[in-house]
């Protein structure tokens, strides 16, 4: 065994030994049904390999762990002009906050919470519908694991397209301020389905790898993104990526990371790995509470931190 292999075993098994595991969304009334007994590791590292533990191989709903992929293809599309109608900051607030965008003239604090991540859907829909803009996310996440059989999971969208209030009054504010330039029904058909996209452990780890070989699937591997955006991407996710637990998540565990609401979150160690969590229950402000644990054990055992060792 590795010793990469016996640290996620390690992990894996103090995981199972905790009680409180946190609360599974119920928002969502879809994401409600999953047991939060689930947990699963998958690590993408330099030399090509996937190394993983637990359920590694089971799927579950992305969610907000979407924003960084979609962030990276409008990027792609539209350039730094994205900036224009989004910000770089962190916001202090939940993910789902309502409270600045009127006082930000309709200009979101930054493309990982859901008000800006709505924006970034709404750059992907120029010039098509949002079923071809779907397809567009879809296809891009298919090339950067270079697995077709990634899939939206219709009864998580169609539960959420059904309760998604916040996030519609989110998208009406923006679309009176005009930062959402479509129909808002439109922009949100793209976010909701966006998030629903479920992925294994395995399957997130390899998508992450472009943010942690600088834009490349794996060292050697092709290039999907420019360098410099994915080291733009990464330091987003640092500041941002955990909403207002962002800072709490860099003092834990030191990587970039970016987490959603159905338990996973992707971690990035920049050079080294890509890694991808899973556990459906979340702490207070919705991030995966094992999650977080288990990254933050990963951290110390490799010395992975971008803060340095220890
Ligand atoms: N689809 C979820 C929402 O918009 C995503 C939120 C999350 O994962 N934090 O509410």
């Known amino acids: 065994m590795t010793a990469m292999a016996a640290i996620l075993d390690r992990i894996t098994a103090a995981m199972a030994r905790e009680i409180d595991r946190g609360r ?26 996937v190394i993983s533990a637990g359920e ?47 006082s930000d003239n309709g200009i979101p604090r930054n493309p990982l919470i859901n008000a800006g991540a709505i924006v970034v859907s709404d750059i992907l829909l120029a010039g098509r519908g949002p079923d071809d803009a779907v397809a567009a996310i879809l296809a891009f996440m298919r090339r950067i694991t270079e697995d ?16 998604g209030f916040r996030n519609r009054a989110l998208a009406h504010f923006m679309r009176a301020a005009g930062t959402v330039t479509h129909d808002p029904e ?22 992450g790898r472009i943010f942690a070989f600088a834009g490349r699937i794996g060292p050697t591997g092709e290039t999907i993104i420019t360098p410099a955006r994915a080291r733009r991407v990464n330091s987003l996710m640092l500041t941002c990526g955990h909403y207002d637990g962002s800072g709490q998540f860099a003092f834990d565990v030191g990587l970039p990371g970016k987490s959603g609401v159905g338990g996973g979150i992707l971690a990035i160690a920049p050079g080294k790995a890509s890694i991808a969590v899973w556990s459906p ?25 971008v803060f340095g060792e220890g």
């Open 186 to 207: 439109q922009t949100l058909a793209v976010y909701f389905r966006q998030c629903a996209i479920a992925m294994t452990c395995e399957q997130l780890a390899l998508a």
């Open 281 to 305: 229950g979340l702490n207070t402000v919705g991030n995966s509470q094992l999650g977080t644990m288990a990254l933050e054990m990963l951290a110390r055992e490799t010395g992975w931190s």
């Open 148 to 163: 077709d059989s990634i899939e939206i999971d219709s009864a998580v969208a169609s539960s959420e397209r059904k309760t």
């Open 24 to 49: 599974v969304a119920d928002y969502i009334p879809e994401l409600s049904k999953v047991d939060p007994r689930h947990f699963g590791i998958a690590v993408a590292t330099a030399d090509g390999r």
């Open 56 to 102: 590694a191989a089971r799927p579950f709903s992305i969610q907000s762990v979407s924003k960084v992929f979609t962030l990276s293809l409008a990027l792609e599309c539209l350039g730094e002009a994205c900036w224009q109608r989004v910000g770089r900051e962190p916001s202090g607030d939940p993910f789902n906050s309502i409270v600045q965008l009127e």
